[in-house]
C-alpha cells in the first residue's frame, strides 16, 4: 500500500506539473559570456554603427551628386555655341554636382588643344570620384574584421571552457562550460551579423558610386564631342 501510494503521489507530480519554458533574452545571453565577451561585442556593436553611420553619410552624398538636371548639358551646348562662356560657368555653379564640376573645369580650358581640355577634365574627374568614395573602403574593412573579432572570441570562449573544465578536475558539468560556449557564439554570431551588414552596405554604395561615374563620363563625352564638332 505505502509502494502503491507512492506512486501514485509521483504520477500526481509527473501529470499535475507542468514544463516550465525558459527564455533566453539577448541581454543576459550577451551577459552571460562574461567580461571577455562582453568586451569583444562592445567593439563589434561600435563597428556596426559605424558602418551604419558612414553607409547612410555617403548613400545621401552620393544621392546627391547624381542629381542633375536632363537639359543641363542642352543649356551648356548653347552657351558655348553662342560664345557665352561666362553664362556657362555661372550655371555650372548653380548645379554644383561632379558633372557640373568637370564640365566647368573643360569650360575654363576652352581656346586650349582637345587633348589638354580632355586631360584637365581627367584630372578633375578623378578628385570627384575620391571624394564619392570618401571612407567607403572603411565598410570594406569592417566586413572582414568583424568576422575574425568574432572567430578571436569563439577561440577565446573555447580556452575559457578548457579552463574551467580543467580546474573543475575533469568532471564534466554544462553550468561549468556555459560561460565559454556563451561567449563562443555570442561573439561568432555578432562578428558574423556585423560582417554581413558591412558587407552589403559597401557593394550597395559601390554600385550607387559606379552609376555617378557613369554619368561623369558620359556627359563629359558629350561635352567634348561637342567641342570637336565643326563650326
Known sequence: MILQSNIQDGADIVTDGEPVEKTLSI???????????????????????????????RLFAIKAASQIDSNFMNQIKDHVSNGKIDSAQMLCAQVNTPVSRLINKGITRIGKPLEDINTAIENAGRLEIYGLEKNVSILATISGVAPMIGFLGTVVGMILAIFELANAGGTIQMDVLASGLYTAMTTTVAGLIVGIVGYMAYNHLVVKTDKVVYQMEANSLEFLDHLNEPI
Open 27 to 57: 541581454i543576459e545571453l550577451i551577459s552571460s559570456g562574461g567580461f571577455a565577451g562582453q568586451i569583444i561585442i562592445a567593439i563589434l556593436f561600435v563597428m556596426l554603427i559605424f558602418a551604419i553611420y558612414i553607409y547612410f553619410e
